[in-house]
C-alpha cells in the first residue's frame, strides 16, 4: 500500500501494535454510533487485531486502509479507508462494484481539520490511480461526515438505498476518462 502526506499528517498501513488504539477508537459509541447497518461497538483486543489482518491484505492495487498518524507527536488520530461498497440486497451483501471512501477518527482529534486533510489526501491519490469513480455515504443524521464529503470536494446526489441496505445521504466524485 501506498504511505501518503499531508502537511499534517502520515497516512501509512497498519501495524499489530496499533491494537490497542484500535479497540479504543471503535468501542466508543460516538465513533461507531453511524457506522454499520445496525452499529455495534468493538467489545476486545482480538477484534481489534482481527480488524488490522484484514485491513492489511486488501488484495486489490489502489484500495486500503490507512492509518492516521499526526507528523507532530506521532499520535494515532484515526482511520481512512477507500474499499469496495457492498450492493443492498439479500445477506451476505455483495460488492456492487463502486469503490467507497471513509473516514473515523478519535473524539481528541475532531475539530481541527484532519478528517478532512486526510480525506482530501486520499480522494486525490483514489482520481490519481485511475478510479472511475469514489463514493461516501452517511446515516442522514450524521452532519459532521457530510461535511467532511463536501469540503474534499464530493458532490452530494440526494438519498439512496442502493448501498448496505440502508438509507444513506450519497455523495460522489467521477474521474475524468
Ligand atoms: C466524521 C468525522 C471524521 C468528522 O470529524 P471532524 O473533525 O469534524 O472533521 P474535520 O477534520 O473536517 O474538521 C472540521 C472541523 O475542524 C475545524 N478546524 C479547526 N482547525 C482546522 C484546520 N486547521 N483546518 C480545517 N478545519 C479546522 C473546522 O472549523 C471544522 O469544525 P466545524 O465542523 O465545527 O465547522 C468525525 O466526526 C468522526 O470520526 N465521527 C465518527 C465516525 C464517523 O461517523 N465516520 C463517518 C461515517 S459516514
Redesign the pocket.
Known sequence: MKTLETERLILRQWEPEDADFVLDLYSRW??QR??GNPPQVMTNRAQAEERIRAWRDMGHPVHAVWAVQLKAGGQLA?TLLLKSIPASGRLPLQPSGDTEI????HPD?????????AAAAVLAYAMDSGLPKVV????PA?T??Q??CS?IGLVHQGQTGRYYNALCELFELTGSP
Not at 102 to 105: A, E, M, S, V, Y
Not at 109 to 117: C, D, H
Request: no cysteine; proline share 0%; aromatic share 22%.
Open positions: 460516538e465513533v453511524f457506522i484515526g471513509g473516514w473515523h477518527f482529534f475532531w475539530g481541527q481539520g484532519y478528517a478532512t486533510e461516501a455515504v452517511t446515516a450524521n459532521a461526515s461535511k467532511v469540503r
